[in-house]
Structures are given as C-alpha cells and as structure tokens.
C-alpha cells in the first residue's frame, strides 16, 4: 500500500522531486530511490540535482549537508529526523570548539581540524572556521593529507578507527598519534601529547563496526579458506590488518562486483547493505562478517517516506542557519574541491 503511494507521487512531481538513499537502507526504500550512493557520492550529487524537492532517506548529519549543499531553491526532507548517527553525536560541536582552542593557545602549533561527514553541521562549521575541512571514508586519506600539509598537525574527529585506518595507511608512525581525553569539559587534555602529535584523535567510534571482531575474520577464513574479506573503515585497526581490502560503502560494493565468478566474500559493514549484495550477485557467495543492523537507518520506512511525500508541501523541511551553514559550507566546498 504505502509502495504504491510513493510510486503514484513520485509519478505526479517527475523530474521536480528526487528520492536519494544511502546504501545502508533497506531494499524496500532502495527501490524508491533516484540516486543511491555512499557519503561522498551524494553529498557531490547534490549541486547537480534540478530537482526542488530533495528528499533523503539515510541519517540526519547526510540530510544537514544536502541542506548545507542546496540551491536557493531547493527543499531538503527527510522521513523521520531523529534517524541520528549514533558516532555523530559523540562530538558536540561546543566541546570540539573549547578543546580545539585551547590546544591551539596552549600548543602554540597550526592544528586543522578535520571532521568526518559524519557529524553535526556546528562541528563542520567550526572546521570551516578554523582553516579545516570534512572527509568521507572515500577521501579520508586525500583529505589527512590535506590537513597534514596545512598545519603542523591535525584534529581528526569523531571517528577513532577511521583516523588510525587512514594515518596506517599514511604511514604516520604510532608515536606521532595521540588520543585526545576529552573528559572533565575538555580540560582533562594532555597539551604535552598534543604538541608533539600529528595527529590528535577524537575518541569516538561506530558501535554498528566496533561489534566485529578478529575472531570472526579467522573463523570463517578457516571454514572458507579462499575467501576473500573486506571491511568498512569505521572497523578497528586490527580487523581492518586481518581483512584483505578496506574502504567505503562504495567500496565494498565495487569489491564484490570485482571479485570473480564462484568467490565467497565476507564483508564487515552494515547488513542491509551485506544481504542485498548477495542477493544480487547469485554467481557469488556474500556472506556479513556478523549481524550488525544500524538501528537509525532502518529508522526509515516505507510508511514515514510516503506520509512525507503526501505532505511535502507542508512539511518541515531540513534548513542551517546562516551562521552555521556558512562556514560549514565552506568546509565542505574545501574537500569537494580537494577530491574534484
Ligand atoms: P560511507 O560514506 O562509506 O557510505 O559510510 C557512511 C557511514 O555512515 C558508514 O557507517
Ligand atoms: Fe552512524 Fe555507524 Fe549508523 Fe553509519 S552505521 S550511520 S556511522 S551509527
């Protein structure tokens, strides 16, 4: 009932409304998308849509930057907006603006501040304020090295296991790393460390990837010996080391494609995105690393996507105020312009 609701309104606005999803959404909602993509690929999508009525269906911070991202007239809408990114809101953007203040008086050292997408738009608007700039799992890399060639060091947040996944693969050694303590409202911060750091880390984490554990990766390497393993980046270090390939939602999609006829491929990340690449790849094995649904995705269903678009005219859209989406803007336009 609701799929046909959706499939009749999306026939009456044509080319004015465009459905854009990320791939961790269920098939139900994937199959009512114009564009589906990871982070970076819908964030970049977002100044070429003619559509004027955007709607997106994945987490709140994605929805906040095609709110930063769009043209004058275009509306921004999401299902259900308490679809929060649990790791997102482990770095307030006050305490991100108090910690990164002190460590730049108290260091006396150029630290860029550079923060995952996914995060609140006041903590890209405290990059865009202080010289930084926004990564994806797809950019990580480029955009460290970015930040790592702009200052004396960089402030990598929230994600613990993205920063140290990407310095490995920048060859930043363990001791030019350090691991901010941002207990006590930010005063817990060991300045010393900080000084002699290149890179400061936030410490949060993704609890949908921290789940999965180096056991599993050898568990089914003994029961599948040919099998090939790839995990999302969010994952620990260590499972990342113990996988065969790492990278974005994106990724991991190419890599399954990629992989010859017959393979069996264990993948860690989310499983809606795992399950429906098995499904699709009937020459291939896709089996999930583990069980590990992202509970705020599946936030949006069929039925909260048709109830918004039957009151899209009234309904309330994503905005930024102006103090906020500025230089949150201009965070982003820094990676989207670094990764061109
Ligand atoms: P991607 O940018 O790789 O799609 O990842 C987004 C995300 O939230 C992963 O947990
Ligand atoms: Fe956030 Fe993790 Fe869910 Fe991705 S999978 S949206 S990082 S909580």
Redesign the pocket.
């Known amino acids: 009932m609701y799929s046909s609701i959706i499939r009749d309104i999306k026939a009456k606005y044509g080319s004015r409304l465009a459905i854009l999803g990320?791939?961790?959404q269920s098939d139900a909602i994937i199959g009512h998308t114009d564009l589906k993509?990871?982070?970076?690929e819908l964030a970049r999508q977002i100044d070429k849509l003619q559509a004027e009525y955007i709607v997106f269906c994945g987490?709140h911070f994605m929805a906040e930057s095609a709110a930063i991202l769009r043209k004058e007239r275009q509306r921004i809408f999401i299902p259900d907006s308490s679809a929060g990114?649990v790791?997102a809101n482990m770095a307030p953007a006050d305490l991100v603006e108090f910690i990164l203040k002190r460590i730049l008086k108290e260091t006396g050292k150029k630290i860029i501040p550079l923060a995952y997408?996914?995060t609140p738009a006041a903590v890209k608007a405290v990059c865009g304020n202080y010289d930084g700039s926004v990564c994806?799992?797809?950019n990580a890399v480029t955009m460290m090295k970015w930040a790592l060639e702009r200052g004396d060091g960089v402030l990598f947040l929230p994600d613990k296991n993205l920063a140290m996944n990407t310095a490995d693969k920048l060859g930043l050694s363990a001791g030019s790393r350090c691991e901010l303590d941002i207990r006590g409202g930010g005063m817990n911060v060991d300045m010393k460390a900080a000084a002699k750091s290149r890179l400061l880390m936030w410490p949060g984490l993704?609890p949908?990837?921290q789940r999965f554990k180096v056991n599993q990766i050898e568990e089914f390497r003994r029961r599948y010996p040919d099998a090939l393993v790839a995990v999302?980046p969010?994952c620990p270090p260590e499972l990342v080391q113990a996988a065969d390939a790492d990278?974005?939602?994106?990724?991991l999609i190419k890599f399954v494609e990629q992989a010859p006829s017959g393979a069996t491929i264990v993948v860690g990340?989310?499983t809606n995105l795992v399950n429906r690449l098995d499904a699709i790849h009937h020459d291939k094995k896709v089996i999930p690393l583990g069980i590990s649904f992202?509970s705020n995705m599946a936030k949006i269903t069929e039925k909260n996507l048709a109830e918004l678009l039957q009151n899209i005219e009234n309904a309330s859209e994503e905005d930024v105020e102006d103090d906020i989406r500025i230089p949150a803007r201009k965070a982003l336009e820094r990676m989207l312009e670094a990764c061109a």
């Open positions: 990320h791939h961790y993509g990871d982070s970076l987490v990114c790791m997408v996914n994806t799992s797809a993704c949908i990837h999302h969010e990278g974005s939602t994106s990724f990340t989310e992202c």
